[in-house]
């Protein structure tokens, strides 16, 4: 089992900060999501445990070493996104053989296998996949790394229905059989909702959250009525999202739900209920006053 620690991590790009000020450490196996809106973040976050650019202050500990820079455990970290690293002529077969000379754990049998299921053309070079092939292309590897850390930016992208549930069955079913500490930074969070263990949320490149998804939605939750009436509950609460229509109000709450807060509910008439993953990541991410 690894552990992965960033402290204080920041990271500009010439004006935008990037990064500011990212704590979190990951001692655990488990599927974290990685949330936040465009620009948030995420793949810089990514990028940088992964040594592919530097942070301008703080730094990254991959099981208690730097990881800058250090040949020792880059490999113990597999993050596949964007565009291949492999050269562009390079046919995918003669890719899977390359990627076994950096993580020494690489399955080629299993890579073989999935490329199969996938219908990934082996004798095709990278430099002609489709958007959607690249994609299934990085996340084969990346599964098949053997690496005790994977890390996915957008596995799915470009990629269709049917290929992203097969994606999906696939990583749980690796999982299962080979529990490791996977982190999934996507957009499309109603589609990992499910299988999710903990998320770590930025918010213009700060890390706002970082917890269980069981106890995010245990204390999650929304109230709904006449407006007068939700803003009278809501009153010194964490109301992270409000949505108005004419006279009636739904508001957003995180925070533990108390018995003298359900008999208020029941004596001011109002209606309350769950909140989805991703409706209370919006209301998190969401800029003040959106």
Known sequence: MSTIEVINVSKDYGAVRALDTVSLTLT?????????????GKTTLINVITNRVFADSGY?????EPAGENDRVQPRVC????????????????AFRWSGEFYRGFDEEYARALAYRFRLPLDKRLNGFS??????????????????VIMFDEP???????????FYRELLAHYAEQPQMVVLSTHLINEVAEFLDSVMVLKEGR????????????????VSGA???VDRFSAGKNVI??????????????????????????????????RRLQEIIIGLTNPEGE
Do not use: W
């Not at 655990?28 to 948030?40: P, T």
């Not at 799915?156 to 097969?166: F, P, Q």
């Not at 706002?208 to 929304?222: C, K, P």
């Open 79 to 94: 993050c596949m996104s964007g565009k291949a690293p492999h050269p562009g002529e390079m046919r995918a077969v003669d």
């Open 207 to 222: 890390l706002i959250l970082s917890e269980s998804v069981d106890s995010l939605l245990r204390e999650s939750y929304s």
């Open 60 to 64: 990254v500990l991959i099981d208690g």
């Open 241 to 274: 999202r409000e949505e108005s229509v004419g006279r009636l109000k739904e508001s957003t709450i995180k925070q533990e739900r108390t018995g003298e807060d359900d008999r208020m509910i029941r004596e001011l008439g109002l209606d309350m209920s769950r």
């Open 156 to 166: 799915v992208l470009g990629v269709d229905a049917n290929y992203r549930e097969l």
């Open 227 to 229: 407006s007068e009436l």
């Open 28 to 40: 655990e196996n488990g599927i974290y999501g990685l949330l936040g809106r465009n620009g948030a």
């Open 131 to 148: 958007t959607g092939y690249n994609s299934i292309f990085n996340f084969i590897v990346t599964l098949a790394s053997g690496a005790p």
